[in-house]
């Protein structure tokens, strides 16, 4: 069982940034792709984005601000946030997939969750 651990969430300023981790353990070399969702309160879950063997995508209200990467290991994943919104305000939640097929959006074709790192942007 793959488990994913986050990190980095906290308050920033609106235009401020921040960075978010995730560290991923156990049998990665079944992992496909990574990618990062949001959820704000009273809100569905919604794709922020993704990179692994299908390519590296963005939800569109993030292209240009945030930047996701791997790290060496490929064991570990960053969401880079700059020029923060309140409207960024939310859960943000780390994922892995082992198929590299599915549509990245779709939240259903992630097999791993991690627990969350709340990301309070202040106007």
């Known amino acids: 069982q793959v488990r994913l651990v986050e990190s980095g969430g906290g308050l920033a300023q609106a235009g401020g940034s921040l960075r978010l981790s995730c560290a991923a353990s156990?049998?990665?070399?079944?992992?496909?792709?990574m990618g990062w969702f949001r959820q704000a309160a009273g809100k569905d879950r919604e794709f922020v984005a993704h990179?692994?063997?299908?390519?590296?995508y963005y939800e569109d209200s993030v292209k240009g601000r945030f930047t996701i990467s791997r790290g060496d290991d490929k064991n570990t994943v960053y969401l880079q946030m700059a020029s923060l919104k309140p409207e960024d305000t939310a859960v943000y939640y780390c994922?892995?997939?082992?198929?590299?097929?599915?549509?990245?959006?779709?939240?259903?074709?992630?097999?791993?969750w991690g627990q969350g790192t709340q990301v309070s942007v202040s106007s």
């Open positions: 994922a892995a997939r082992t198929s590299a097929y599915s549509a990245v959006a779709d939240a259903s074709s992630y097999d791993y």
């Open positions: 156990g049998p990665t070399v079944s992992i496909s792709g």
């Open positions: 990179t692994g063997r299908s390519g590296t």
